[in-house]
């Protein structure tokens, strides 16, 4: 074999330099990085999280439930309220209860959002179960609960007043500033023109009511609790009438009795109440009386498309009750 041809001195030599080969290998393993800064190339091929210009993973924001962090761009939101102002920034959750999802005037751009549960009492295993980033909530009270599963932002219903405020502000939360600005400019284009629309052939000075009629009870609801009154009370304009605008206006909802009917009712009505027309209350002994009923000045829709009143549901509710004001003027 080729080791019995190799004398001594030549296997000192090998070994030698074998021994300053492993050396040198070593010392360049373990040498230290240089501490300068990296190139701008070598910069744009890092991770965002290791770019020295990266955002932060969170930002903070001031809630009723006090400060709170939330991720900077969720992937993954549940939102148990306000689905509507996400839907309009092209934003589409993983989940939302089923009564939202059933929304009338965008559920089929839901067709793959998970149902959450129950609207109002929130599931936490069936929430947890979805792996939110984020979770949208109306009722602080639900808070303690769901934190435990995501960051989780409470907006109680009615802090936020109109399709502006909500827009505006889930613009911020989610960085859609853009989507939102845009989204508004074409909402108030189109109010403008259905309000103009109604102020050309309806007397300024006309009164409007937002009444509810179930088999059991009659409600009546100011401008910021669904039934029509955003699109009527806020983009178009209109009032209560006055002896009880206040009243409506303040608590934004009461119940009435049949008797008090002729006392909340308008010179228009638009009115909730499934499975009943015009012409039923025309023939009912305790409406017929009532003027906007005798003079063709109600409208009747069914709760599926009046309970909804995010900034998608107002647009198109305002244009439909436009066509019903303006027929045949």
């Known amino acids: 074999m080729l080791y019995r041809y190799v004398t001594s001195s030549k296997v000192a030599f090998v070994a030698a330099a074998l021994c300053l080969l492993l050396l040198a ?47 900077l761009h969720p992937k993954r939101i549940v939102a148990e309220e306000y689905l509507g102002s996400l839907i309009a920034l092209n934003v589409i959750p993983v989940g939302a209860p089923g009564l939202t999802l059933q929304n009338y005037y965008f559920k089929e751009a839901l067709s793959g959002v998970a149902d959450s549960g ?12 979805l792996n939110p980033d984020l979770i949208i909530i109306g009722n602080k009270d639900q808070y303690e609960a769901l934190s435990k599963i995501a960051p989780t932002l409470t907006v109680p219903y009615g802090e936020l007043k109109n399709a ?26 189109r109010i403008a023109e259905a309000k103009a629309k109604v102020d050309a052939v309806i ?5 409007f009511s937002i009444i509810e009629s179930t088999a059991k009870s009659i409600y009546v609801y100011g401008d910021n609790f669904g039934r029509g009154g955003q699109p009527v009370y806020q983009a178009l304009g209109r009032k209560p009438p006055a002896a009880v605008a206040e009243q409506i206006m303040e608590k934004q909802w009461a119940e009435i009795s049949p008797e ?8 228009y009505i638009v009115l909730t109440a499934n ?8 023939n009912d002994p305790v409406w017929s009386s009532i003027p906007a009923v005798k003079n063709d000045r109600l409208y009747v829709w069914p ?3 009046s309970w909804y009143y995010d900034p998608i549901a107002v647009l198109t509710q305002t244009e439909e009750l436009v066509s019903w004001l303006t027929k045949e003027k």
């Open 260 to 267: 008090m009917i002729d006392e909340y009712a308008g010179d």
């Open 203 to 207: 007397p300024a000075d006309a009164s």
């Open 164 to 189: 502006h405020e909500e827009l505006v502000f889930f613009g911020k939360v989610l960085g859609k500033e853009k989507e939102a600005e845009a989204w508004l400019e074409e909402y108030d284009r």
């Open 118 to 129: 129950t609207y109002g009492s929130p599931s936490p295993e069936v929430i947890a179960s």
């Open 275 to 282: 499975g009943r027309t015009v012409e039923d209350f025309k």
């Open 303 to 305: 709760e599926e498309r």
């Open 25 to 71: 290998a070593c010392s360049s393993n373990n040498a230290a990085p240089a501490a300068s800064s990296p190139t701008a190339s070598e910069s744009a091929k890092l991770p965002a999280s290791e770019s020295p210009s990266a955002e932060p993973e969170y930002k903070t924001i001031d809630t009723v439930n006090g400060a709170i962090q939330i991720p």
